[in-house]
Structures are given as structure tokens and as C-alpha cells.
């Protein structure tokens, strides 16, 4: 068995180069962050937030493994704090999350964190995590299959016919950045409709109101934005009611994420979504994108939407929660 030394990440400049480069092996699927680019959004992370983190270093002093506690601030849930057990596939799971988890705990007692509820995840498929949860308790509460669409297998013949219906009825899709010249209020007026739409995403907590200037911060600055895969749906009013958009976390283009797609109550029931999907989808295209990978509710129109346009199935995200009020 293999000896760790676990540790609270004391946030050195060495501590983040290492955490840049563990990131890099336990998540290729995300946009590789610099040392410079995690400090900084540390710094960014409200005071009056908890976000801790505890490190597994192996006998060549390497970090093996990655503990993570934190109040998810964009969400109104005080009471939860979210655990993210990291490990790198070279070292044991078996061994690894015990120590990790068993660190974290001490940590959330020394802060004396006042929280009734911890929340953690697993993919369905990695037996050995979730058996890890469900023995100290957790219990399932969403399940968010993952879908990826082939974009050569997508087949178009619906767009233009789409497009036309909305047209007709006085629906225009244009990009975020066409946004920008057209309206004066575009950020407050984006802000609103994303908000109007994030209360109705399925979560196991509820969401915090953004004011603008967090929006902006979490939104618009995030460097996988691309302005020219954002698209929103406006009404013949100039009212905003749709909104569907790709990020680009694939630093060689060959994949793009699905963001947030959704339409306002009102407005929904016409094919909007749909159709801003297909929009996101031709951009795919046009920019020499292979696939697009999201993930849904289980029980969301959206996921039946994506399986619809030829997204196909793949294994579930699952969030655990563990009530330690009792």
C-alpha cells in the first residue's frame, strides 16, 4: 500500500502549480487553468463562503488526490456545503477517498461550520465512489444522464422549417454578439432572462438571484464564452425569451459544452428551444467541432429534446446527500 501525506492546501505558489497540473490529469475534459488563473478565482470567491480544500501527496511528493469543501455561493443554501473527492486514476480510489474524506470532515469541525446538509457526486458508473457514499450514508437524489452528439450524424432537414414557423410568428435568433448592437440593456436584460429560466433547472439546491455584476463575473468573463455560439430568442417587442449556448472547455475545438438552453414560461411550447439548438448545432458545424456533450435532469424536457436532435445516452452524473442534521 502505497503512504500519503494529506494535507490542507496551504496555497503556495508550488501548491498551485501542483493543483494546475492534478486538474489537468483527473479532468482532460475541462479548460486547463494556469496556477495564476485558480489563484485568481480563488481570491474571487466570497469571504463569507466556504471553500477549502485538503491535498493527497504521494511518497514522490506528487498529489494523488484532491479534497474539496465548499458553499456553493450562487446558490441560496447556506446550510449545504458541497464535497468534491478528486483522485488521480494512477492511484487507489479505495484508499484515496477515505483520507480525503476523513480530512475534510476535520476541517468542516475545526471551521465549526454550521451546515445540515453535504452534497457529493459520482458518475453511475464508478462503482467504487458511489459504494464509497452510500456506506457513509449518502442517499440519491438527482440523476442527470450525459448525452453527446456526433455532429456529422445530425441531420438538418428540419432547420429551415424551424427557423421559418418562428419567423412568422415574429421570433428572430441572433448571437450574443449581435445582442450587443442592437440592444442598449442588453446585460441587465440577458441577466433576467437567464434568471427567469435558471429557477425552473432541476437542482438539489435552490438558486441565488444574480444582481448583474455577478452575473457578468460568472457568465460573461468566463473564457470558454463564445459570443458567436450564444444565441437568444427575441420577440417582434425586442423582448428576450430563449437562450441556448455552447462553451468551448475543448482547447483543441473538437468538443463544445452545452451551457444553459431554456425558454420562458410564457413562450414555451413553440418550438423555440428546439430551435435554438439546432442553431448551436450548425455552429458546431461551421466551427470544425466533432461532438457536443450536455447533461439534463432525467426527468427534463430537455433531455428528451437532445435525445430527439440525436444526442445519444451516455453514463449518469448522480448527486448524494447526506442530512447530518438528524
Aim: charged share 30%; proline share 5%.
Amino acid at each position: 500500500m502505497t503512504n500519503y501525506t494529506v494535507r490542507r492546501f496551504g496555497a503556495s505558489n508550488q501548491e498551485y502549480e501542483d493543483l494546475s497540473r492534478f486538474l489537468r490529469i483527473v479532468a482532460p475534459e475541462k479548460r486547463p487553468e494556469s496556477a495564476e488563473e485558480l489563484r485568481q478565482e480563488d481570491g474571487s470567491w466570497p469571504e463569507e463562503s466556504l471553500h477549502e480544500r485538503v491535498a493527497a501527496y504521494s511518497l514522490d511528493r506528487k498529489m494523488a488526490g484532491l479534497g474539496t469543501c465548499y458553499q456553493a455561493y450562487w446558490q441560496d443554501s447556506p446550510s449545504t456545503v458541497h464535497v468534491r473527492l478528486d483522485i488521480d486514476p494512477d492511484h487507489e480510489k479505495t484508499h484515496l477517498l477515505p483520507l480525503l474524506y476523513q480530512e475534510i470532515q476535520g476541517l468542516l469541525d475545526v471551521r465549526n461550520c454550521d451546515f445540515s446538509r453535504l452534497v457529493s457526486g459520482a458518475r453511475e458508473d464508478d462503482s467504487v465512489r458511489v459504494h464509497f457514499l452510500q456506506e457513509r450514508g449518502f442517499r440519491e437524489e438527482m440523476r442527470s444522464p450525459s448525452s453527446a452528439l456526433r455532429i456529422e450524424n445530425f441531420d438538418g432537414s428540419a432547420c429551415d422549417g424551424a427557423y421559418k414557423r418562428l419567423s412568422q410568428e415574429g421570433i428572430r435568433l441572433i448571437t450574443l454578439a449581435q445582442l450587443y448592437e442592437e440592444e442598449p440593456e442588453w446585460k441587465r436584460k440577458l441577466r433576467n432572462l437567464r434568471w427567469a429560466i435558471v429557477q425552473d433547472v432541476p437542482s438539489t439546491e435552490p438558486f441565488a438571484e444574480p444582481s448583474v455584476e455577478e452575473f457578468e463575473e460568472m457568465v460573461l468573463k468566463d473564457p470558454a464564452l463564445e459570443e458567436e455560439a450564444f444565441f437568444v430568442a427575441l420577440t417582434a417587442d425586442g423582448s428576450l425569451v430563449g437562450m441556448s449556448n455552447l462553451w468551448r472547455n475543448d482547447p483543441a475545438g473538437k468538443r463544445l459544452d452545452t451551457g444553459l438552453t431554456g425558454v420562458i414560461r410564457a413562450h414555451r411550447r413553440r418550438g423555440i428551444a428546439a430551435a435554438l439548438k439546432m442553431r448551436t448545432i450548425q455552429y458546431a458545424q461551421s466551427s470544425g467541432a466533432e461532438t457536443i456533450e450536455t447533461s439534463n435532469e432525467e426527468g427534463s424536457p430537455m433531455l428528451a429534446l437532445n435525445l430527439k436532435l440525436g444526442f445519444e445516452p451516455k453514463p449518469a452524473w448522480v448527486e448524494y446527500v447526506l442530512d447530518t442534521s438528524a
